[in-house]
């Protein structure tokens, strides 16, 4: 509920809804799904799915303070074929699933590459090229990897692999 608190209203909050001012909460436009079994970042995302066909899209916010929060906001967020931004680091990451992923990056651009389920990757046009490597998370992953030109690629020969631009 920061966001109003800056200046920024937000078009729209889904969830339980349980931390808003109830005064506040009447000017602003909600979504009350009140089931404890799922947190408000898979509500919001079943509803971006089902009711507003929004997905993929660009995600924001699913970092915070809590550890437990970060790592359950991310295997959500695996699920989705959505992008992951964050201004607190200047961090895009990426699902990628199986097949060739082209990207075009300026040069020294900082890449991880995490094994989400059992992966097996090929990449080109890093500065450490893997070769069928199995990254695994938590596991040995490649992280601060850097591009050597403006075009890489990924091969995700089998599993999902997370992608960090940083």
């Not at 995302?45 to 507003?52: E, N």
């Not at 040069?107 to 097996?120: E, P």
């Not at 070769?131 to 030109?149: E, R, V």
Request: aromatic share 10%; charged share 15%; proline share 5%.
């Amino acid at each position: 509920m920061g966001f109003v608190l800056i200046g920024i209203q937000p078009d729209l909050i889904i969830g339980d809804l349980d931390i808003i001012n109830p005064n506040l909460r009447t000017s602003l436009n909600t979504v009350y799904l009140p089931d404890q079994n799922y947190c408000d970042f898979s509500k919001a995302v079943a509803h971006l799915i089902k009711a507003m066909k929004l997905l993929p899209s660009i995600m924001t916010g699913i970092t915070g303070k809590a550890a437990d929060y970060v790592l359950q906001n991310i295997n959500i967020f695996l699920d989705t074929d959505s992008i992951f931004y964050t201004h607190s680091l200047p961090v895009v990451g990426y699902t990628l699933q199986k097949g060739i992923t082209h990207f075009s990056l300026p040069r020294n651009t900082k890449i991880s590459l995490l094994g989400i389920t059992k992966a097996q990757i090929s990449t080109k046009g890093l500065r450490w090229e893997l070769h069928l490597s199995d990254p695994a998370f938590p596991g040995k992953n490649s992280c601060f990897n850097l591009s050597l030109n403006s075009k890489i690629s990924v091969e995700v020969v089998s599993g999902v692999c997370w992608q960090w631009f940083i």
